[in-house]
């Protein structure tokens, strides 16, 4: 769809909402995909300080989860320029896309509407090394962490004077400034949550916060379940609001054209070239647009085939990587 077509839809969506949208998605392309992460608050800056003053901002939101500080951060940045913050959920928003919406005044979503848990995994330079990888290091999940000691405790009904040896025994396959580590996150998600839920134009009790917090951090078991909005609205407690036909019909064929640009369904595969044979390529693999700008996260980079024992050995090296001004 061309960008005129796309900026319709948006167009369509701000007359039904009363509202300015911007759309942030970040792409979950086989072997070409992008997180939500801090680089993205410039590029948001940029589209607010060229929109006009509106009562409320919708954020149309497709991601997979990444950096948990840049919600907290973005949300802060945006509710600058407005007095009432929506996110609309076309489809797939999980962990850090969840932590937008625990922030917002009201969270859209369609009947393919998916909120995720918001328990993340760490890594840093003192998680275990990856078996299969040795130059990298496997993440640990936070709950993981915490069920291993409820397994313990409860399950297997180890009594607390010997929670010592079982801490010890974690400590030999985790090193203890990565135990350090998950805990300190531990505590900054549900604080993090909690702040969220603070920003919202009605305040909710702080008994039903800790619910909120409780059910998406330590309730759902799995770190890939996935919630729906009946349940987001009618077990978890959130603002979720269900759009009539046709908001809802505009919302997906707004994610359609995102997804059909980044190419999502096809993985990504440059290597089809022949030995000898040098290619440079450009691939889009995230967006930020609304009608004032439009901007794209780009990897780009060189695929070489060389031929090895009469074999043709493909190399891919990606030599750039960052948002690109588009419009």
Same mark, same amino acid.
């Given at each position: 769809?061309?960008?005129?077509?796309?900026?319709?839809?948006?167009?369509?969506? *701000?007359?039904?909402?009363n509202?300015?949208?911007?759309?942030?998605?970040?792409?979950?392309?086989?072997?070409?995909? %992008?997180?939500?992460?801090p680089?993205?608050? /410039?590029?948001f800056?940029?589209?607010?300080?060229?929109?006009?003053?509106?009562?409320?901002?919708?954020?149309?939101?497709?991601?997979?989860?990444?950096d948990?500080?840049?919600?907290?951060?973005?949300?802060?940045?945006?509710?600058?320029? %407005?007095?009432?913050?929506?996110?609309?959920? /076309?489809?797939?928003?999980?962990?850090a896309? %969840?932590?937008?919406?625990?922030?917002?005044?009201?969270?859209?979503?369609?009947?393919?509407?998916?909120?995720?848990?918001?328990?993340?995994?760490?890594v840093?330079?003192?998680?275990?090394?990856?078996?299969?990888?040795?130059?990298?290091?496997?993440?640990?999940?936070?709950?993981?962490?915490?069920?291993?000691? !409820?397994l313990?405790?409860? %399950?297997?009904?180890?009594?607390?004077?010997?929670?010592?040896?079982?801490?010890?025994?974690?400590?030999?396959k985790?090193?203890?400034?990565?135990?350090?580590?998950?805990?300190?996150?531990?505590?900054?998600?549900?604080?993090?949550?909690?702040?969220?839920?603070?920003?919202?134009?009605?305040?909710?009790?702080?008994?039903?916060?800790?619910?909120?917090?409780?059910?998406?951090?330590?309730?759902?078991?799995a770190?890939?379940? !996935?919630?729906?909005?009946?349940?987001?609205?009618?077990?978890?407690?959130?603002?979720?609001?269900?759009?009539?036909?046709?908001?809802?019909? !505009?919302?997906?064929?707004?994610?359609?054209?995102?997804?059909?640009e980044?190419?999502?369904?096809?993985?990504?595969?440059?290597?089809?070239?022949?030995?000898?044979?040098?290619?440079?390529?450009?691939?889009?693999?995230?967006?930020?647009?609304?009608?004032?700008?439009?901007?794209?996260?780009?990897?780009?980079?060189?695929?070489?085939?060389?031929?090895?024992?009469?074999? !043709? *050995?493909?190399?891919?090296?990606?030599?750039? *990587?960052?948002? *690109?001004?588009?419009?």
């Open positions: 769809m061309a960008r005129q077509q796309r900026l319709e839809l948006i167009e369509d969506i *701000q007359r039904r909402r509202s300015t949208v911007i759309c942030y998605v970040t792409g979950d392309r086989e072997n070409l995909n %992008t997180r939500i992460a680089d993205v608050i /410039p590029i800056y940029r589209h607010l300080e060229k929109m006009p003053a509106r009562q409320r901002i919708d954020l149309f939101l497709y991601t997979r989860g990444g948990i500080l840049t919600p907290w951060r973005l949300i802060q940045l945006i509710r600058e320029y %407005t007095p009432e913050l929506c996110v609309l959920v /076309p489809f797939r928003s999980y962990s896309g %969840t932590l937008f919406c625990l922030g917002a005044d009201e969270i859209v979503m369609g009947k393919m509407g998916e909120l995720g848990p918001i328990d993340p995994s760490v840093n330079a003192y998680n275990p090394e990856d078996p299969r990888n040795p130059l990298a290091r496997m993440p640990v999940n936070i709950e993981d962490v915490y069920s291993y000691f !409820t313990a405790c409860e %399950t297997a009904g180890i009594d607390s004077g010997s929670i010592t040896d079982i801490f010890v025994l974690l400590a030999e985790i090193h203890p400034l990565a135990l350090g580590n998950v805990h300190r996150n531990y505590l900054l998600i549900r604080s993090l949550a909690k702040k969220l839920l603070g920003l919202r134009g009605c305040s909710l009790c702080a008994e039903n916060v800790q619910v909120i917090v409780d059910k998406l951090t330590e309730k759902l078991y770190h890939n379940y !996935t919630i729906s909005r009946r349940e987001a609205l009618e077990d978890i407690g959130l603002p979720v609001f269900y759009p009539d036909a046709g908001l809802e019909r !505009t919302m997906w064929l707004l994610y359609e054209d995102f997804a059909g980044l190419q999502l369904s096809e993985p990504f595969d440059p290597r089809d070239i022949s030995s000898g044979h040098r290619r440079e390529f450009e691939a889009p693999a995230g967006l930020v647009e609304s009608l004032y700008a439009r901007d794209c996260f780009v990897y780009s980079g060189v695929v070489e085939g060389n031929l090895f024992n009469g074999e !043709t *050995q493909v190399n891919v090296d990606v030599l750039k *990587q960052g948002w *690109q001004i588009m419009d």
